[in-house]
């Protein structure tokens, strides 16, 4: 098969790419079992991550960022996949700070962006509530505008980077006599913030290194200056507006995954063997990971697009669904064909299959679940 290029790639990415691979795979990946331990990643680490500019690689120097474009944000999402670095809850992070990038006055960039940039101040994004997940509009928590402050009042579940965040972008109703206009989002620095707590790490199914947690705010008072962008009712229309981005980012985790699995399983068949020969001599095996192989490479053509789109700026929203549902699901089934076909082994934890088939199955909830992705995809039809 000949070599396939993402068409975005260029010789500066490649050697990008080289530093990133060699950073996540000799000092990233033999920390995983330490974080998955602790169930978090150290603040040494995520400082780490960000001397080595792989955070904010997409953001202009100006902010401390990278210079980079999204193609460089998805180099570094490609190869921890690839080196099985789950645990840096570096998605959430990169979208709390494309938010305040986005939509921020030019006062929050200076003041948080080169911070998260430097992996000192790490981000979260803390829409979901116990009773509010696919319907954001019925948040609870409050945010009462009292003088020069923002007084929040609510809690937040499912949250990513719940422990170690110390920028949270918090989804808050400013006004609750109107529907998604009353909606702002308040940018939450916690350090020292009387009246907010954090609840204990959420024992989840995988991604045991990432410390999805709940949150409380009871009478927090934030600075007004903290609304994001300074326009009180906008926060609706500036999750819409980075809903592609979001969906683009799990989109490129899902490709990258599929052809990890691929590869470890086609590595894994040639070594085992039964009935006197490899597995990867055996029809079934070769018929499993021909089609887990084109499943991978047409989703890697897909991404490929929506990456390029992305760059642009002309990745629509119903596009970016599409990948994040049609990706991930074939994510879980791709991974569950590798799975199979390592037999008991692919059952036991030491084999990299078995977590990444528990990590995968949250791909297909958050960031929107993928039933309701197909509801946005519908309303464009
Ligand atoms: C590991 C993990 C990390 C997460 N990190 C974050 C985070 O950092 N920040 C954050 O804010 N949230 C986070 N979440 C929460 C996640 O975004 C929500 O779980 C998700 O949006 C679904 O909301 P819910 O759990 O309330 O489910 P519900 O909204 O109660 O949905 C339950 C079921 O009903 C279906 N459903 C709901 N509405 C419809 C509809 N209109 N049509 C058809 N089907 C529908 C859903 O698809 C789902 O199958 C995380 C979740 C997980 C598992």
């Not at 989840?204 to 326009?231: I, M, W």
């Not at 002309?314 to 064909?337: F, P």
């Amino acid at each position: 098969m000949t070599a396939y290029r993402s068409p975005w790639s260029d010789d500066e990415l490649d050697a990008f790419r080289d530093a990133v691979r060699r950073f996540a795979s000799n000092v990233l990946a033999p920390r995983e079992p330490s974080w998955q331990a602790a169930r978090r990643v150290d603040p040494a680490s995520w400082r780490e991550v960000g001397a080595m500019g792989m955070l904010l690689a997409g953001v202009p120097d100006a902010y401390g960022g990278g210079g980079g474009t999204f193609a460089h944000d998805c180099v570094v999402f490609e190869e921890l996949e690839y080196a099985g670095v789950v645990s840096l809850g570096k998605h959430v992070h990169e979208i709390c700070a494309h938010y305040v990038l986005a939509h921020g006055t030019e006062d929050q960039k200076r003041r948080w962006l080169p911070r998260m940039a430097r992996g000192e101040l790490v981000g979260a994004i803390a829409m979901s509530e116990p009773s509010a997940g696919s319907d954001l509009q019925g948040v609870r928590t409050r945010a009462v505008r009292a003088g020069g402050e923002y007084v929040l009042n609510g809690s937040k579940t499912f949250i990513s980077n719940g422990q170690i965040s110390g920028l949270i972008c918090v989804v808050a109703k400013s006004d609750v006599s109107v529907g998604a206009s009353g909606i702002s989002l308040i940018m939450v620095e916690t350090d020292e913030l009387a009246g907010f707590r954090r609840g204990t790490t959420l024992d989840k199914l995988g991604l045991h290194g990432q410390d999805t947690s709940e949150l409380y705010f009871d009478d927090c008072r934030v600075p007004a200056e903290n609304l994001l962008g300074g326009t009180e009712g906008a926060g609706f229309a500036q999750l819409m507006e980075q809903l592609p981005y979001e969906r683009a980012i799990i989109g490129v985790v899902a490709v990258a995954a599929m052809e990890r699995a691929v590869r470890l399983t086609t590595d894994y068949a040639r070594e085992r063997r039964a009935f006197g020969k490899a597995l990867v001599d055996m029809q079934n095996t070769r018929f499993a990971l021909a089609e887990a192989k084109t499943i991978a490479h047409v989703g890697r053509v897909f991404i490929d697009s929506c990456i390029e789109r992305c760059i642009a700026g002309t990745l629509d929203t119903a596009t970016a669904s599409m990948a994040k549902w049609w990706l991930t699901d074939m994510q879980c089934r791709v991974i569950d064909e590798c799975l199979q076909l390592h037999g008991g082994y692919g059952y036991m934890l030491e084999y990299p299959i078995a977590r990444m088939y528990a990590d995968a199955r949250a791909q297909r909830i958050y960031g929107g679940t993928n039933e309701i992705m197909k509801e946005i995809i519908a309303r464009a039809l």
